[in-house]
């Protein structure tokens, strides 16, 4: 199984990214979805997470209303849609995939993705 993280860069406050994350070796129908972050000294944490039907879509608070999560089950690909950004958001972001229905904990997901670095300047 593999999980392939892209579209981490640098951006200023306010600005926008997109992450993408796309699959190989599993039953993508199979899984749900997930993306954490870790920024330097501080636990992993959950930001989103989507089933494959997008019947359960959870957010973890401080990126409601900024942050999308969607997937392409044709193309065995997750997004992160990213927007009004903040330095806060500064993390290693990962991609990671659950036989569950995907949530806040990490001890309910199989696999995961590489990472991908996003920096937001101020």
């Known amino acids: 199984v593999q999980l392939q993280a892209s579209g981490g860069g640098l951006v200023q406050a306010g600005g926008s990214l997109r992450l993408s994350c796309t699959a190989s070796?599993?039953?993508?129908?199979?899984?749900?979805m997930g993306w954490f972050r870790q920024a330097p000294g501080k636990e992993r944490e959950f930001v989103a997470s989507?089933?494959?039907?997008?019947?359960?879509?959870y957010y973890t608070d401080s990126v409601k209303g900024r942050f999308t999560i969607s997937r392409d089950n044709a193309k065995n690909t997750v997004f992160l849609q990213m927007s009004s950004l903040k330095p806060e958001d500064t993390a290693v972001y990962y991609c990671?995939?659950?036989?569950?229905?995907?949530?806040?904990?990490?001890?309910?997901?199989?696999?995961w993705g590489q990472g991908t670095q996003v920096t937001v300047s101020s």
């Open positions: 989507h089933t494959w039907s997008g019947l359960r879509i």
């Open positions: 070796g599993l039953t993508f129908s199979s899984y749900a």
């Open positions: 990671a995939a659950s036989r569950g229905s995907g949530g806040p904990d990490r001890n309910d997901y199989h696999y």
